[in-house]
């Protein structure tokens, strides 16, 4: 194939309940997410050269030239207050609610668009049914924010930019393991199903381990998705 893969961060904006919005709104609520987008990248200091746009019809892909922690802040945090500012102007139920992914790693580009696992994990955590439904539980919220596990190993645990570990829940969804935090929420709203006390089954399970001292790690099948298509370029180099 002779694709050369390049380290890049990978945001995954989508917007909860597109299919049930009539067109003119569609467009309205699209203008405004690229607006609030945009003005994120703008805060970051990323000039157009550096990041690629592709529309997803109800959401955005973002392959960004740079490291991952500016994606969380500034450009999230600003990104969030525009949205904030334009809900501000609708009535609750029409409210633009979006879900914000975040990934890095290796991710190649060929003919039709972005290709790799890295691209593939993004997807999947922003779309993930446990991420859904956590925004689901948080009537008052306009978004949730998603990161991979190593997302938050590399720059949330640590705090870098003063970003705030405790304001993130870990939840297993879809076979893997993310990190979600609510703005607006001191920590994310527990989904009912979410709440059910463990199995006696995995309670025994787990006094076992803890009887003979053992760390047991949980082993994940990563799935794959095929090429997500993509229509305009990367500017620049590499």
Known sequence: MGLEPISRAVLVVDVEKSSERHDREKVELREALYQVLHSGLEAAGLPAERYRLDDLGDGVLAVVDSEVLPLLDPLLEVAVDGLARFNARRDPVSWLRLRFGVHFGLIARDAHGWVGDDVTTAFRIVNGEGVKSVLRAAARA??????????????V???YRGLRAASYRQIHDGGRQVWVRVPGYAEPP??????RPP??????QAAKSISISTANGNVFAAD????VDARTGLGGAP
């Open 142 to 155: 306009q978004s949730v924010v998603v990161v991979s596990d190593a997302v938050y190993r590399s720059v």
């Open 157 to 159: 645990r640590p705090g």
């Open 190 to 195: 527990v989904p009912a199903e979410d709440a």
């Open 199 to 204: 199995a006696p089954v995995a309670a025994e």
């Open 224 to 227: 794959t998705i095929g090429h």
